[in-house]
Each structure stands twice: as C-alpha cells, then as structure tokens.
Nanobody, 121 residues
Framework: QVQLVESGGGLVQPGESLRLSCSAS????????MRWYRQATEKPRELVAA????????TYADSVKGRFIISRDNAKNTMYLQMNSLKPEDTAVYYC??????????????WGQGTQVTVSS
C-alpha cells in the first residue's frame, strides 16, 4: 500500500522559512516524479514544484521561483520543500504527489493528506 506523509507545516511570520518533508512508502520511490501542490481556501489546487526521479530536473511555479527549493533523497524515500521568504499568499495546504507514467496503462498517481502552512503576522 502506497503512503505519502507530509510534515513540517505550521504558522510562521512573513519572511520566515519552513521545510516540508514528504515521506513515501510502498513504492519504488526513485521511479516517480515527485511534486508539491498547494491549495488555498476557495482556490484551485496548483503545482508548486516538481522534481524528476534522479533529481536532474526541477520546475517551479513562477510565484515561488527564487524562494522555494525542491529536493529529494532517494535513499530515504523522502522529498523536501525548503520555503524561504514566505509571504501571506503562500498560506495553503501543501500536498505531496507521486507520479509515474506506465506504458499502455493509466499513470500511477498518489497523494498525501496535506500539511497546513500559514504565513501571518
């Protein structure tokens, strides 16, 4: 059974930092593209950042470029999101996602339960 468990969320002031973690089990972690999404109240879920299986490729939403860093440790089956210079508009529930495309089959797509990040003075 695949499980993705996020941790590290909390309440911080503008300008501060947080580090989110996503611990994965039940899958061959290195084969999956890993992504962070977020969803603010009454807004659609949006992609924040993504990282390829071997960490050779990363992508970021324009709103977080230069402030957030996505990384992964395949030996620990864990993905991270270092969030710096946080802004109130970063407030959202952050979700971990694991995605793998399989030839001639539907993609394997798993989600964590989310962790709340609140940026407020």
């Amino acid at each position: 059974q695949v499980q993705l468990v996020e941790s590290g969320g909390g309440l911080v002031q503008p300008g501060e930092s947080l580090r989110l973690s996503c611990s994965a089990s039940g899958l061959t972690f290195s084969r999956y593209v890993m992504r962070w999404y977020r969803q603010a109240t009454e807004k659609p879920r949006e992609l924040v950042a993504a990282i390829s299986g071997g960490s050779t490729s990363t992508t970021y939403a324009d709103s977080v470029k230069g402030r957030f860093i996505i990384s992964r440790d395949n030996a620990k089956n864990t993905m991270y999101l270092q969030m710096n210079s946080l802004k109130p508009e970063d407030t959202a529930v952050y979700y971990c996602n694991a995605l793998m495309y399989v030839q001639n089959k539907p993609p394997e797509d798993y989600w964590g339960q989310g962790t709340q990040v609140t940026v407020s003075s």
